[in-house]
């Protein structure tokens, strides 16, 4: 295979679904699963740019996801979510995440990723040693 399409197979295959706002939260460890996101989400609890979103939504950059400040201290405890993802290794250089405001902000599309971020991504997708200490 070319180099070119490496890039789109991973891209498209590994990169793609990590934009959208489901399974970003999830991989980052703000919630136990990508299914536990898409409640939060359906009950209008995460939001982007302040509006309400569908499950599949896809992020681009610029947006900003908070948390609805209403429903939050009913259902969320973000001390505790801040707490799983500062313990967390996953580090994504397209999102700046910021606890004291309780959002996170995507800072490039992803057309934009360089190669040292796709090496990040891809790091993370086949850190074997995650596969060895996996527990459920």
């Known amino acids: 295979l070319k ?6 197979l ?3 295959f590994l990169v793609k679904p990590i934009y959208r706002v489901d399974i970003l939260l999830s991989r980052l460890h703000f919630f136990y699963s990508t299914y536990q996101t898409r409640q939060f989400i359906k009950y209008g609890i ?4 302040e509006k309400r979103i569908d ?13 609805n400040s209403q429903k939050t201290l009913k ?4 001390k ?3 707490t ?6 996953a580090v ?4 700046e995440v910021d606890l004291y405001t309780k959002r996170l902000i995507i800072l490039k599309d992803i057309n934009e990723l360089t190669q040292g971020d796709l090496n990040l991504l891809i790091n993370d997708y086949f850190d074997f040693y995650k596969l060895i200490n996996y527990k459920q």
Request: proline share 0%; glycine share 2%.
């Open 92 to 95: 994504y250089s397209f999102v």
């Open 46 to 49: 995460i939001l982007v740019n």
């Open 55 to 67: 499950i599949n939504y896809v992020l681009k950059k610029g947006d900003i996801i908070s948390f």
């Open 80 to 82: 505790d979510i801040s």
């Open 84 to 89: 799983k993802f500062l313990n967390n290794f």
């Open 10 to 12: 991973l891209l498209n």
């Open 3 to 8: 180099r070119k399409q490496v890039k789109s």
């Open 75 to 78: 259902h969320l405890q973000f």
